[in-house]
C-alpha cells in the first residue's frame, strides 16, 4: 500500500479528486453555506456576534 501512495499519479488522482468534489459542491450550493458558517465564527472569536 505504501508504495502505490509514494507514485506520482498518487498525488494527481488526489489532486483532480479534490477538484471535481470542490466543483460539485459549488454547483450544489454548498459555497454559500461554508461561507456564512465561517463568518459567524469569526464574528464569535472577535466578540461582535
Known amino acids: 500500500?505504501?508504495?502505490?501512495?509514494?507514485?506520482?499519479?498518487?498525488?494527481?488522482?488526489?489532486?483532480?479528486?479534490?477538484?471535481?468534489?470542490?466543483?460539485?459542491?459549488i454547483y450544489r450550493g454548498e459555497m454559500s453555506v461554508v461561507m456564512a458558517k465561517a463568518i459567524n465564527i469569526c464574528l464569535e472569536c472577535i466578540g461582535i456576534g
Do not use: E, H, S, V
Open 1 to 25: 500500500m505504501r508504495r502505490i501512495l509514494k507514485t506520482p499519479r498518487a498525488g494527481f488522482f488526489t489532486a483532480a479528486a479534490g477538484l471535481i468534489l470542490m466543483g460539485i459542491g
